[in-house]
């Protein structure tokens, strides 16, 4: 498997790990204020890292590309940033704003990176029937 599907498994996993503590804390406490936190951190952090995860190691020619391992970066800092800040915001510090703001436009531009990989012209490597046994 190549090395960028196992960064994106293993980064989905810990994003998991949080979006569990999060939704135990809101379901022990019962203020559910921090849904839309919860929610991004499982969706964009665990569901959505895992599905980068599968088309790198389905597609590892594209998973070599410099620009596979910058689009994680970029994608990886978004959601690291935009979690805790929208949590922040969604308990009432306002300041957060403009941070969940920024972040969101970084965690945009991975996606659109990643839309960049998927349509990029590459040759589909063939594989060779499978041998008869007849």
Same mark, same amino acid.
């Given at each position: 498997?190549?090395?960028?599907?196992?960064?994106?498994?293993?980064?989905?996993?810990?994003?998991?790990?949080?979006?569990?503590?999060?939704?135990?804390?809101?379901?022990?406490?019962?203020?559910?204020?921090?849904?839309?936190?919860?929610?991004?951190?499982?969706?964009?952090?665990?569901?959505?890292?895992?599905?980068?995860?599968? %088309?790198?190691? =389905?597609?590892?020619?594209? &998973?070599?590309?410099? #620009?596979?391992? !910058?689009?994680?970066? @970029?994608?990886? /800092? +978004?959601?690291?940033?935009?979690?805790?800040?929208? %949590?922040?915001? =969604?308990?009432?510090?306002? &300041?957060?704003?403009? #941070?969940?703001? !920024?972040?969101?436009? @970084?965690?945009? /531009? +991975?996606?659109?990176?990643?839309?960049?990989?998927?349509?990029?012209?590459?040759?589909?490597?063939?594989?060779?029937?499978?041998?008869?046994?007849?």
């Amino acid at each position: 498997m190549p090395r960028i599907s196992q960064l994106y498994f293993k980064t989905a996993i810990l994003f998991l790990l949080i979006g569990i503590i999060m939704g135990l804390k809101m379901a022990i406490s019962g203020d559910h204020s921090v849904i839309g936190a919860h929610a991004h951190c499982n969706l964009l952090g665990w569901v959505t890292m895992a599905i980068f995860g599968g %088309y790198h190691a =389905l597609n590892p020619h594209k &998973a070599e590309k410099r #620009i596979a391992m !910058i689009q994680y970066y @970029v994608y990886t /800092a +978004g959601i690291a940033l935009m979690v805790p800040s929208l %949590y922040l915001m =969604l308990q009432g510090n306002a &300041a957060m704003e403009p #941070i969940v703001a !920024i972040a969101s436009l @970084v965690t945009l /531009a +991975g996606v659109l990176l990643f839309a960049f990989i998927i349509f990029s012209g590459e040759k589909v490597a063939v594989t060779p029937p499978a041998p008869s046994y007849r």
